[in-house]
T-cell receptor, first 114, second 113 residues
C-alpha cells in the first residue's frame, strides 16, 4: 500500500499566484481531510470530505481557499490568489478502517509564498 | 479558541528515563483521544488512542492516561529511546460520527543519548 500521496512536496510561488495542492487517499478510504500546520496553531483542519462530498469546510480561512474531490481517488486544495501568510505545511489525510479509526496522513506539501 | 492545548512546546529527557507529554482539553463532549507522532519532513503517524470510557490504555512502551474530571490526558513513554525524538500531537474528537479531530499545537520531544 503506497499510503496517502501528496504532490508537490515543495512549492515556492510568488504572492498573487494560484497554487494547487494534490492528494490521493488510500484506496478504499471514504473520508479525506485537508490540514494546515503552522507553529502558532498546530494542525488545523481546513475541510473534510465523506464519499467525495464536502461535509465541513468551516476551517477554510477565506474565499481564496477552495477544495474539490471529483472522485474517490483524488482531491485538490487550491489557493487563489496566494499570500505570504499562506506559507505552511499542508497535509492530506484519509480515514482508516482499523479499530482505532485513525487518520492516515500524507507526507505534506511545504508551501512558501514570497 | 484552542479546544485542545499542549502547553509545553518542548521537552528533553535522558535515554532510558520516562517521558511524560501532557494535553488538556476544554470540551467535555470529546469522547475519543489520540496521540500522533511526527518526524521532520513526514506526515503525522498514529501512535495510540483512548476512549472516554477508559482511563488508561497501554501499548508496549506507550501508555495514555485520561482524567476526564480534569479534562487532561497524558502520554507516558517508558523507557525513552533516541528514536522517540519527534513532535507529538494529541487530538480529540466528538461523537458526531464524522471523525473530525481537533489537534493540539504539539510538543517536541528530544531524547538525549
Amino acid at each position: 500500500d503506497a499510503g496517502v500521496i501528496q504532490s508537490p512536496r515543495h512549492e515556492v510561488t510568488e504572492m498573487g499566484q494560484e497554487v494547487t495542492l494534490r492528494c490521493k487517499p488510500i484506496s478504499g478510504h471514504n473520508s479525506l481531510f485537508w490540514y494546515r500546520q503552522t507553529m502558532m496553531r498546530g494542525l488545523e483542519l481546513l475541510i473534510y470530505f465523506n464519499n467525495n462530498v464536502p461535509i465541513d469546510d468551516s476551517g477554510m480561512p477565506e474565499d481564496r481557499f477552495s477544495a474539490k474531490m471529483p472522485n474517490a481517488s483524488f482531491s485538490t486544495l487550491k489557493i487563489q490568489p496566494s499570500e505570504p501568510r499562506d506559507s505552511a505545511v499542508y497535509f492530506c489525510a484519509s480515514l482508516g478502517t482499523g479499530s482505532y479509526n485513525e487518520q492516515f496522513f500524507g507526507p505534506g506539501t511545504r508551501l512558501t509564498v514570497l | 479558541d484552542q479546544q485542545v492545548k499542549q502547553n509545553s512546546p518542548s521537552l528533553s529527557v535522558q535515554e532510558g528515563r520516562i517521558s511524560i507529554l501532557n494535553c488538556d482539553y476544554t470540551n467535555s463532549m470529546f469522547d475519543y483521544f489520540l496521540w500522533y507522532k511526527k518526524y521532520p519532513a513526514e506526515g503525522p503517524t498514529f501512535l495510540i488512542s483512548i476512549s472516554s470510557i477508559k482511563d488508561k490504555n497501554e501499548d508496549g512502551r506507550f501508555t495514555v492516561f485520561l482524567n476526564k474530571s480534569a479534562k487532561h490526558l497524558s502520554l507516558h513513554i517508558v523507557p525513552s529511546q533516541p528514536g522517540d525524538s519527534a513532535v507529538y500531537f494529541c487530538a480529540a474528537s466528538r461523537p458526531s460520527g464524522t471523525y473530525k479531530y481537533i489537534f493540539g499545537t504539539g510538543t517536541r520531544l528530544k531524547v538525549l543519548a
